[in-house]
């Protein structure tokens, strides 16, 4: 809390010193206007507009058909309606891939056109050159590694990383590779709690977790995920807090009822004269 009362803006600084002091770190995912009030009003730390939109949103298989006009377009929604939350951009598949100029204009877009305060991007030890690039400029840069979903098929499908050792070497680099790059935080996804745990204690960026175990810095999970948008898909890290579709579907059962025995619209609901 500040002075005032209110509770003061989340920036990339606060990341570092809410990990200083102990103090866990929550993101959720949101991708358009009253989501991201709800985060808002119930204390969220930042607010990521994720490309999984493009599976959660659009039905899409994958996140890799994700493009950057949709990406700016929801991330606009999303900050116009953050207070306090930092709001942080994802970058879809090639976004910056293929080259630093790619990177930097693309980030920047997320900035300047779609008001977020930071991009995440994925990838360990190879793009670490153009995170720092990006951070050079002025952008903050959240990372992302262990699996990571925009090499779904390279990975050969959302499988937990760091189980084998050179797997896990490498995961240890990249991580190390992106705190020097000066990442203000990284995704750690589906990895071995206790790799989380040793790279959480070796780096000064906060780790922020999904599917990587209770001792990271904070913890991310997808909005739609835990209030239960959709039918049985459940992935084991995911902890359901409640079952959205079957309120929706409720009451699109009870409004089509309501219509076709003629109980909707009554009097009350219509204009007599
Ligand atoms: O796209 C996304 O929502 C993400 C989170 C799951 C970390 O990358």
């Given at each position: 809390m500040s002075a005032t009362g209110k509770s003061k803006k989340i920036t990339t600084l606060s990341f570092s010193r809410k990990k200083r002091k102990g103090e866990k770190i929550v993101v959720l995912t949101a991708y358009d206007y009253y989501t991201a009030r709800i985060l808002e009003d119930n204390g969220v730390d930042a607010i990521l507009v994720g490309d999984s939109l493009n599976m959660v949103l659009y039905g899409k298989k994958s996140t890799l058909s994700a493009e950057m006009d949709k990406m700016?377009?929801?991330?606009?929604?999303?900050?116009?309606?953050?207070?306090?939350?930092?709001?942080?951009?994802?970058?879809?598949?090639?976004?910056?891939?293929?080259?630093?100029?790619?990177?930097?204009?693309?980030?920047?877009?997320?900035?300047?056109?779609?008001?977020?305060?930071?991009?995440?991007?994925e990838g360990g030890i190879e793009i670490a050159p153009t995170i720092k690039r990006l951070i050079e400029l002025g952008i903050p840069v959240m990372g992302h590694i262990g699996m990571t979903p925009q090499s779904i098929n390279r990975l050969?499908?959302?499988?937990?990383?760091?189980?084998?050792?050179?797997?896990?070497?490498?995961?240890?680099?990249?991580a190390q590779a992106l705190d020097e790059a000066g990442c203000f935080a990284s995704v750690l996804e589906l990895m071995t709690a206790p790799l989380a745990?040793?790279?959480?204690?070796?780096?000064?960026?906060?780790t922020i977790g999904i599917g990587a175990g209770p001792d990271c810095d904070g913890q991310v999970l997808v909005t739609n995920d835990i209030i239960g948008m959709y039918g049985e898909f459940k992935p084991r890290f995911v902890r359901r807090y409640a079952n959205v579709s079957d309120v929706i579907g409720k009451a699109v059962k009870q409004f089509t009822d309501d219509v076709r025995t003629g109980d909707y619209p009554t009097n009350e609901e219509s204009f007599l004269e």
């Open positions: 700016v377009f929801h991330t606009t929604a999303v900050s116009d309606a953050s207070r306090r939350a930092l709001v942080i951009g994802d970058m879809p598949f090639l976004s910056y891939q293929p080259s630093v100029e790619t990177a930097i204009l693309n980030a920047g877009r997320f900035l300047k056109e779609a008001g977020a305060e930071a991009v995440k991007l050969g499908g959302a499988r937990v990383q760091g189980r084998d050792e050179s797997d896990k070497q490498y995961i240890i680099e990249s745990m040793e790279i959480s204690k070796m780096v000064k960026m906060a």
